[in-house]
């Protein structure tokens, strides 16, 4: 049988993939890779189908043994890695013979982000749950049982869609990694209950990521954004990358396993090319904002599916 086994799987890493489309209506979160860019790539990069299930490693501490011949990749804010001792590159494709053991640094370090993703031809092969194979563990359902990964667990691996890249990913589809990034932003949809020096603020000083970061959301602390009338508004629907303002003016970006429906006013939507920036943030980081509109996020989408697209046909 196709597959690798954990040998020790570090602090939480789950199967993921493009995330569970369709069923927000329902009370159902996106799930899928938080840093959805690095996994993409690296399903492209060993051959698979960008639909292709792998492992979010977060924290680093990861450490596996392949039983068959496979390509691989990691990808994401990654810092060290091992194949048999021996140091390898991210952001390319790497061969195994069974036997071959994979390890990670521990993360974070003052240099890389949290989150690293582990590409392996044919995809982790669990059973689909409404359509997708990742993992949602406040639901219990998806990935391998609703839950992170434990020593001993055997995944079962699926047939190479294609051939692996033979070059290294290009640094123009890496997305720039930053301790101190700014995260584009289209405003909306409750930005008008925020006063204009509320949004001044907004938009002009940066924001420390807190100790309450995760899969759910990424609060932050800075200067309060003024709402005159209150956070509270009538539940309405949520999405990744949405920033709620709360009652103390401070913000929360939204991530892959957030609610469906939230009663905050949402001041902006950090757009999904960016999102991968928000995946590697560790507390301690940065942020600002800097506004842009629907044509602009659509025209930075676009520009990176050409690349991408272009560097893989």
Known sequence: MRSIRIIEPGPFATIQDRGRYGYRSLGVPLCG????????????LVGNDRKAAGIEITLGGFHA???????????????????NGSHIDSWRTHSAKSGDTLALDNYPSPRTGPRTYFSVSGGIDVPPVMESRSTYVRGGFGGLGGRALRAGDELRLGNPAGPPK???????????????????????????????????VFYSEPYLVTERADRMGISLLGPAINLP????????????????????????????????????????????????????????????FEQVDLWQAREIYMRNEYLTRDFFD
């Not at 890779?33 to 492209?44: E, K, P, T, W």
């Not at 039983?67 to 990654?78: E, R, S, Y």
């Not at 990913?169 to 997305?175: F, L, T, Y």
């Not at 009663?263 to 939507?269: A, D, E, S």
């Open 166 to 200: 033979d070059l290294p990913a290009p640094s123009w589809i890496i997305p720039p990694y930053s301790r101190e990034p700014i995260l584009r932003a289209i405003p909306g949809p409750q930005d008008d209950r925020v006063s204009p020096d509320g949004r001044r």
């Open 65 to 83: 043994e392949f039983h068959c011949d496979v390509h691989f990749a990691l990808t994401g804010d990654i810092g060290g890695a091992l194949l």
């Open 229 to 288: 009338d209150g956070a509270d508004i009538i539940s309405d629907g949520t999405c990744p990358g949405a920033v709620q303002v709360h009652g103390n003016g401070q913000p929360t970006i939204l991530g892959a396993a957030s609610q469906t429906t939230g009663g905050y006013v949402k001041i902006c939507v950090v757009i999904s090319s960016d999102m991968a920036l928000v995946a590697q943030l560790i507390p301690g980081d940065q942020v600002r």
């Open 33 to 44: 890779a938080m840093d959805a860019q690095a996994l993409r790539v690296g399903n492209l």
